[in-house]
């Protein structure tokens, strides 16, 4: 296996049977790929790398540098959640962090990374939201707010956010197709691999001469009735195959 892909786990202390899947899915999958991409939104919320120590935080981190010092390669595309994942947290976790979008050619393949939500250009505030928090200064003045106050702003936006998305409709909570097209033709590549949209699904354009191969990721949920959760792999002979919660392959 050269590498998989996962996004949106939304790691947390209140989702035990999630957490537990995770470290499943790094001894039993991950371990026998030479790459793992995590591809935004692993954490459901990272508010700062001086949080590391946390034990939640920490569990996740040992779990991820055991994955590392086990020859797995790990790299990191920041999510809407934790994008305040830094140089120290790469350096625990021995994970290499990418910019977003990135292009990577492996298994005789040219792939678009990114986690989706700057692709989501319909949903106007959220865009606005965007680009003030992912300023330099704003997150420098954010760090240097004490712990405490940062998980509380946190926990307001989170909630602020929840309330907003029972407002809007799914089309604007989606990549918008004009966005996805710009980036397809940015990079030059035809395949895209993104999570964010929780809508798993392979979307495939053939109105151009090499057909466009979108891959959506699924979020991870084990403590609900059905679980959601799944990856994306690819094969050294450069097959992409989708698989779902259970580990069965998609078609």
């Known amino acids: 296996m050269v590498a998989l892909f996962i996004s949106d786990l939304h790691l947390q202390p209140a989702l035990p049977r999630t957490t537990e899947m995770f470290f499943d899915f790094l001894e039993q999958r991950a371990v026998h790929a030479e790459r793992l991409y995590l591809l935004g939104d692993i954490f459901e919320f990272w508010a700062g790398d001086d949080d590391i120590d946390a034990p939640y935080n920490r569990s996740i981190v040992d779990a991820l540098q055991r994955t590392s010092a086990r020859g ?3 790299f990191w595309i920041a999510g809407n959640r934790d994008f ?3 140089t120290a947290f790469a350096a625990a976790t021995g ?3 990418l910019d977003d979008p990135h292009v990577i050619e492996l298994a005789g393949l040219a792939i678009t990374l990114a986690h989706g939500d700057a692709q989501c250009t319909d949903d106007i505030a959220y865009m606005a939201f965007r680009a003030q928090v992912r300023q330099p200064a704003a997150q420098q003045q954010f760090l240097a707010m004490p712990m405490q106050q940062r998980k509380a702003i946190v926990e307001s936006v989170r909630k ?3 309330d907003a998305s029972k407002e809007k409709s799914s089309e604007i909570m989606d990549v918008n197709a004009d966005a996805i097209n710009a980036l397809f033709e940015s990079t030059g590549t035809p395949i895209l691999i993104h999570g964010h949209t929780h809508r798993p699904a392979l979307h495939v354009d053939h109105s151009h ?3 466009r ?4 990721l699924p979020d991870w949920e ?3 009735t059905p679980a959601r959760g799944g990856w994306i792999s690819l094969s050294a002979d450069g097959q992409l195959q989708r698989f779902d919660a259970t580990g069965k392959a998609l078609s």
């Open 213 to 216: 191969l979108r891959y959506v």
């Open 95 to 97: 994970l290499t962090l």
């Open 72 to 74: 797995v390669q790990l």
């Open 84 to 86: 305040l994942a830094g």
């Open 160 to 162: 602020n956010s929840q």
């Open 209 to 211: 001469a090499t057909p």
């Open 222 to 224: 084990y403590d609900v």
